[in-house]
């Protein structure tokens, strides 16, 4: 048996330090935290200080009673997880849950799985850092509080099964805001005067601008006749040198922003990538705010680029951290080994250290130099000057590597503008055309998964372990979605200069067109508003900030933990009472208009299944029309005109081979629907234009896609793409395809029965017992056995009699009330019937009258 027991959290960082130790060590994996705070109402006493009641998960106990029994035998166990407040609660929960002795436990921190990393840890241990592990603390409190409290709120003002949570609520209002202010953004037109001149040597050309535009139209026309029969000239001529400096080494943050525009990584892919970088030993820790380098790395780094591209490469650079929570982190995120150029691994991983790997060795590199040009070009007939700007690199320096993406280039990488030809000050110039466009203001842009980030950390809202669950969890609950939108066609005067005659015409560009943005739903606008107007404090800038820098302070012992939770907690609790008893429901309902036809009032809202037209009051004895809003609309946006064409949906067309042909919308969208079949509509499609024809050209297409590619066991096999992939469907079963061993175009005979008889075999051995008139079974899973009930997937509690799992024979004999009794225990009214409630005594009809005000926007 070992002397020492080293435990970390995951498997794939224990095998990597495992060959770094020698034989005297066994190293073992927590799996992450082996504890977690209990469900319900019993997890946090308030009253008692906030004392947490923990509990180890049903899938932990095995690995638990493992640890426990290891750690018992060694004489030394050695805490090993991350250096951030996480990795300390995890020491924490283990030093607790294990039954550790002080002195026979050591905690150890390192920044980069490396041997020389790993045996410096082990020369200088010390002891968990409750400091730390209290600001873990503060953090999982508060927040399970805060989401506790609030979901119930809003399931009883908003809508069942919605949620809450401290950050992803400010995330949530940062985005709805940033969509409001698209919406109510009024362009305003300008001209931009631009020109070529010819230099009258060869095809020597030079572009240049009018630096200020004009505001109407004729202004601009006039400046292009004044100009038609004039002499230009250089009236100005400044060259100047000019430089330019590399971008510090990443934190969490700017990683995840440049990974973003440069590879197209959302951010919790990101994490995931760099997360394996590092437990395989190839990138130091990637949860930082620091952008120092230790004096290892700057050492290393000069050494490899003096090798590489030689000493005139070569510049010193030493970064400060602006960040105040930034203590915790030693370094900033950079290559274990700088020689290594490369990396193995999957093409996620190459393309992911290649970017870290540039924008470390860039950070330690001699600055670009630039020669810069400035004309200016005067016309004989106006005053104004039209300027020429070109700059010449003279040396690469950090180029040579890596140039710094930014939210306006969307990727790209511009080095510098272009290069001016020899000019001199009082050279004639000779037009060879000059334009003024039409140009208009733009909004400001919404915010992508980088650009939140951005913003997030300059509110100093947030932590680098938070930004990715954040933006995963806003989308994951409905509240905000990520996707390409088209732009729409805008009209622009042209007027050109060309040849001594000015002409004018009218083009034609897209604006608008938007791609993998975040654009607020219409329920988080509508739960968003209802925490603006009820919970200020949660979805407030400056609190939640306020709140982030007293974590902060109890991680440095400024302040204690308990006291900040008491601060926080009773003002929130005593909003929550008043919002309950006092709110009215929030459905994000405004006014429209009335209906020509019927003079009732129009109201869009949103209603249980989704963002609604309503025709009609509640009240009146005639019930209300409906009709549900499609993808591309909203309920902030829909005009009266357009909700009034919803109305015109379901329209029925002829039959199309004896069945009945019918275009509508629904929850899904827009779809055809053929007989019994239901066919969504391709995206953006107009289901009001839809005819006879298209309908039949949709129907035909959906039949080739249906139409078997083969056959097994007599039935036939077809194929088509879902939400997990390519999939082939045979006798009701969805079997999906792998990226590996299979083209999903080509799929041969051979192939469909290989994939089907898997499927079939794992469906033979995926049930192990069933209750079918109590929707109730018991299936072989992924990580083992688990319950079905209804739609919800439970854990399978431990055997009561033998306090062990249960085995297949126990399973296969095991008793429903036995099954029934761990659902009530997760799902507590789970068999309670719900009572039918009272019916409502209709209230006298109401004239139709539009007094309702219009929702806020």
């Known amino acids: 048996m070992a002397k020492n027991l080293l435990i970390v959290e995951s498997p794939a960082k224990a095998k990597t330090i495992e060959g770094y130790l020698g034989k005297d060590f066994l190293v073992k994996s927590s799996y992450g935290h082996i504890r977690d705070l209990v469900k319900g109402d019993m997890a946090i006493d308030i009253n008692n200080n906030f004392a947490q009641t923990y509990e180890v998960p049903a899938d932990k106990k095995s690995m638990v009673a493992e640890l426990k029994k290891l750690a018992k035998e060694a004489e030394m166990v050695w805490l090993a997880s991350d250096e951030d407040r996480e990795g300390e609660a995890i020491s924490w929960h283990l030093f607790e849950t294990l039954g550790l002795k002080v002195e026979k436990t050591k905690r150890i921190v390192f920044h980069e799985i490396t041997k020389p990393a790993i045996l410096k840890a082990i020369e200088s241990p010390r002891g968990i850092n409750y400091n730390l592990v209290n600001a873990q603390q503060a953090r999982r409190v508060l927040d399970r509080l805060v989401g506790f409290e609030l979901s119930p709120v809003l399931w009883k003002k908003v809508k069942p099964s919605l949620s809450a949570g401290r950050v992803q609520s400010v995330a949530v209002r940062l985005i709805v805001d940033r969509e409001r202010e698209v919406q109510n953004f009024n362009a305003s037109a300008a001209y931009k005067i631009t020109a070529q001149f010819s230099t009258g040597k060869g095809r020597e050309m030079v572009k240049a601008e009018l630096p200020q535009r004009f505001e109407s139209e004729a202004d601009a026309e006039k400046f292009l006749q004044d100009c038609a029969n004039a002499k230009f000239d250089i009236t100005s001529l400044e060259t100047k040198p000019a430089k330019r400096n590399p971008a510090a080494p990443f934190t969490t943050s700017t990683l995840q922003q440049e990974a973003s525009r440069k590879l197209g990584f959302p951010v919790a892919r990101t994490m995931q990538v760099a997360q394996r970088l590092y437990e395989a030993g190839k990138i130091t820790y990637m949860r930082t705010d620091s952008v120092n380098l230790s004096e290892t790395a700057l050492n290393a780094a000069a050494a490899e680029i003096k ?230 404090g949660i979805v407030d800038f400056n609190f939640t900030a306020k709140v982030e820098k007293e974590f902060d302070e109890i991680a440095q012992g400024l302040q204690e933990w308990t006291k900040m939770l008491h601060a926080f907690y009773n003002p929130f609790h005593t909003e929550v009472e008043t919002t309950l008893e006092n709110a009215e429901r929030a459905t994000g309902e405004r006014l429209l208009g009335l209906d020509p036809a019927s003079g009732k009032n129009v109201y869009t809202k949103v209603g249980k299944f989704g963002p609604l037209v309503q025709i009609g009051e509640l009240d009146e004895e005639e019930k209300p029309r409906y009709a549900s809003l499609m993808r591309n609309q909203s309920v902030a946006t829909i005009s009266l005109e357009e909700a009034l064409e919803l109305f015109k949906l379901p329209f029925h067309l002829p039959h199309f081979e004896g069945k009945e042909v019918m275009i509508g919308v629904g929850r899904f969208g827009p779809y055809v629907k053929w007989g019994e079949a239901f066919i969504s509509l391709p995206k953006n499609e107009d289901p009001l234009a839809v005819t006879f024809d298209r309908a039949v050209e949709i129907i035909k297409q959906k039949m080739d896609d249906d139409a078997p590619i083969a056959h097994y066991q007599g039935l036939g096999v077809t194929k088509g793409k879902g939400r997990f992939g390519p999939f082939i469907k045979w006798n009701d079963l969805f079997i999906n395809i792998p990226a590996k061993g299979y083209d999903f175009d080509n799929l041969s005979q051979e192939d469909i029965e290989t994939l089907i008889g898997k499927k079939v075999e794992k469906e033979a051995n995926r049930f192990i017992k069933t209750w079918d008139e109590e929707k109730i079974s018991i299936e072989n899973g992924r990580w083992g056995p688990f319950i079905r009930f209804g739609k919800l997937m439970l854990k399978l509690r431990y055997n009561e009699a033998t306090k062990q799992k249960y085995t297949p024979e126990e399973l296969a004999d095991v008793d429903l009330e036995v099954i029934k009794k761990m659902i009530v225990e997760q799902v507590p009214k789970a068999f309670e019937t719900k009572k039918k409630a009272p019916a409502k005594k209709k209230a006298p009809a109401k004239k139709a009258v539009a007094k309702k005000t219009v929702a806020k926007k």
Do not use: C
């Open 307 to 536: 090798s590489a591209y030689g000493n005139q490469y070569h510049q010193q650079r030493v970064y400060r951290t602006k960040s105040a929570g930034a203590q915790e982190a030693h370094e900033a995120i950079r290559p274990t080994y700088f020689d290594r150029h490369t990396v193995d691994g999957d093409i996620s991983e190459k393309r992911l250290y290649d970017l870290i790997w540039k924008r470390s060795i860039a950070s330690q590199m001699s600055e670009a130099l630039f020669e810069k040009t400035t004309a200016q070009i005067t016309a004989s007939t106006r005053k104004e000057h039209l300027v020429a700007e070109g700059e010449v690199l003279k040396f690469d320096g950090f180029l040579k590597v890596y140039l710094e993406s930014t939210d306006d280039d969307e990727g790209e990488e511009k080095e510098g503008g272009s290069i001016l030809p020899p000019l001199a000050k009082g050279q004639a110039l000779f037009l060879k055309e000059m334009q003024g466009t039409e140009r208009f203001s733009r909004p400001p842009a919404r915010y992508t998964e980088a650009s939140l980030v951005k913003k997030l950390e300059e509110l100093g809202i947030g932590r680098p372990s938070t930004y990715a669950p954040t933006i995963s969890t806003v989308q994951n609950r409905g509240y905000v979605v990520k996707e390409d939108r088209d732009g729409k066609a805008r009209k622009f005067t042209a007027i050109v200069l060309s040849d001594g005659k000015v002409n004018k015409e009218v083009k034609s560009e897209i604006t608008g067109a938007e791609k993998q943005k975040l654009f607020p739903t219409d329920i988080g606008e509508v739960v968003n508003d209802f925490l603006v107007e009820h919970f200020k």
